[in-house]
């Protein structure tokens, strides 16, 4: 089956750094996506990773390694409103979405 | 660009009714468009996936006479949530992706969801 797995909760200090990580085993692999969602709101786009390294924008990078089925979002200088959950998607084989659980980045003072 | 409008944003309803929810791409055309239900504090359960023109293509345990899907134009999708019950009380999120190639034709915008509250 395909499985992807996110730490369900994380708790950071602002200002601070934070790394969350996602594993994947998909049927196939076509593209790594990051999503941000606030409580009550739709998931917003963060990043794509499809070749192995790191993409920075800004404050958020993400990391992938193909080889070894992981991705991580890497967060820096926290600030209050990045509280929201954070969703890795795995683009399949047959170019479907696979989601993974999220996980709900608690930042505080 | 690339903005996908949800309509109602929330809807209470009876118990036995049926609901109606529209998704409009503003600013592009959708081909595709994807319907999720979120539960709290659970992530995106893809419940179907609307091409215009076309039926629906339903996802294992989902009940296609319950919620009906129609695509009937390039930028809107429309899900009917019919004889709707309790626990359809969900909040619900449309999603469309650009045609073409690259990141772009894959990268899904999300609409910014309906809340349905059924009593």
């Known amino acids: 089956g395909q499985n992807i797995d996110q730490p369900t909760e994380m708790t950071a200090t602002e200002g601070a750094i934070v790394q969350i990580n996602c594993t994947y085993q998909?049927?196939?692999?076509?593209?790594l996506f990051w999503y941000q969602q606030h409580a009550g709101e739709a998931p917003t786009f963060l990043s794509y990773?499809?070749l192995d390294g790191l993409e920075e924008k800004g404050r958020f990078s993400s990391f992938l390694s193909r080889s070894k089925g992981y991705s991580y979002l890497l967060l820096k200088e926290l600030q209050m409103k990045d509280s929201a959950s954070y969703l890795c998607?795995?683009?399949?084989?047959?170019?479907?979405?696979?989601w993974g659980a999220g996980t709900k980045l608690i930042i505080k003072p | 660009g690339a903005v996908v409008s949800q309509h109602p944003s929330w809807v209470i309803c009876k118990s036995g009714t049926s609901v109606k929810i529209e998704c409009r791409s503003l600013d592009f055309q959708a081909t595709t468009m994807f319907w999720y239900r979120q539960f709290p504090k659970q992530s995106l359960m893809l419940m179907a996936t609307s091409n215009e023109g076309s039926k629906a293509t339903y996802e294992q345990g989902v009940e296609k006479d319950k919620f009906l899907i129609n695509h009937a134009s390039l930028t809107l999708s429309t899900l009917t949530v019919t004889s709707a019950h309790p626990e359809d009380s969900s909040f619900y999120i449309c999603?469309?992706?650009?045609?073409?190639?690259?990141?772009?034709?894959?990268?899904?915008?999300f609409g910014p969801g309906t809340r349905l509250t059924v009593t």
């Open positions: 999603s469309a992706n650009i045609p073409g190639t690259g990141r772009g034709s894959y990268e899904q915008y």
């Open positions: 990773n499809v």
């Open positions: 998909t049927s196939g692999f076509n593209g």
């Open positions: 998607a795995v683009l399949d084989s047959n170019y479907q979405l696979i």
